[in-house]
């Protein structure tokens, strides 16, 4: 568990609107990575089987480290996409809020949007 509390980390603070999709200068696509390393990649997409291993987790749990390692992956892959639109439509804003709320074993409160 401290390898993948370190990865998200790093991919949190990693995060990079720069290291999005785009030509190089012969013409060819690249994909962005939104800022994320190959390595921290590899860890958060191993999540998904390892997590299905791990009976020893109770199934809240497995499906809290499941949404960390999407929302974490989605928000580079959001900002790689299109990183005007992650920014200014607050999608980046809400998968970070999905985040907070999968790491807190109580949850925060939830709000309905407009009445915060």
């Keep these: 568990m401290g390898d993948l509390a370190g990865a998200i980390e790093d991919a949190m603070a990693a995060l990079d ?3 999005c999709d785009r030509m190089d200068e012969h013409g060819l696509a690249v994909d962005g990575a939104g800022g994320i390393g190959p390595v921290t990649q590899s860890m958060l997409a191993a999540v998904p089987p390892v997590v299905s291993d791990a009976d020893w987790l109770t199934p809240d749990q497995q499906v809290r480290l499941l949404a960390v390692a999407s929302a974490v ?3 580079a ?3 790689a996409q299109d990183p ?4 200014t439509h607050g999608l ?7 985040l907070d709320h999968a790491a807190r074993p109580d949850g925060p409160a939830w709000t309905p949007a407009g009445t915060r």
């Design 73 to 75: 992956t989605g928000a």
């Design 77 to 79: 892959r959001v900002l």
């Design 84 to 87: 005007g639109s992650a920014i």
């Design 92 to 98: 980046l804003a809400r998968m970070c809020t999905v």
């Design 17 to 19: 609107p720069g290291d």
